[in-house]
């Protein structure tokens, strides 16, 4: 069963940025939409950015113009570059195909502070 590897995450201040990578376990990633999910405490999961095979892609709201998401499918690998970091970006980062999920991953924190 496929399984995701995330990394990248890190403690940085208000306006800097990070690029998280996620590594699958299988060359059939992808064929999949892939996408970065989040979740902070006391809070759902939720969607941040999605990619289709074919490379079409979609953002949350909150995100859009701030982070941008890619995949390198020889590499079996998905990124997540994000700007302008803001202190509501503070939370567990989590790659995924999208619904029906392969089991999560470990995540990576990603922590925004001054």
């Known amino acids: 069963q496929m399984r995701f590897v995330e990394s990248g995450g890190g403690l940085v201040q208000p306006g800097e940025s990070l690029r998280l990578?996620?590594?699958?376990?299988?060359?059939?990633?992808?064929?999949?939409?892939?996408?970065?999910?989040?979740?902070?405490?006391?809070?759902?999961?939720e969607l941040v950015a999605q990619i289709t095979w074919y490379r079409s892609t979609d953002y949350a709201e909150s995100v859009k113009g701030r982070f941008a998401i890619s995949r390198d499918d020889a590499k079996h690998t998905l990124y997540l570059q994000m700007n302008d970091l803001r202190n509501e970006d503070t939370a567990e980062y989590y790659c995924n195909r999208d619904a029906p999920f392969f089991p999560w991953g470990?995540?990576?924190q990603v922590t925004v502070s001054s």
């Open 21 to 45: 990578s996620c590594v699958a376990s299988e060359s059939t990633a992808r064929t999949y939409t892939l996408g970065w999910y989040r979740q902070a405490p006391g809070r759902q999961r």
């Open 106 to 108: 470990q995540g990576t």
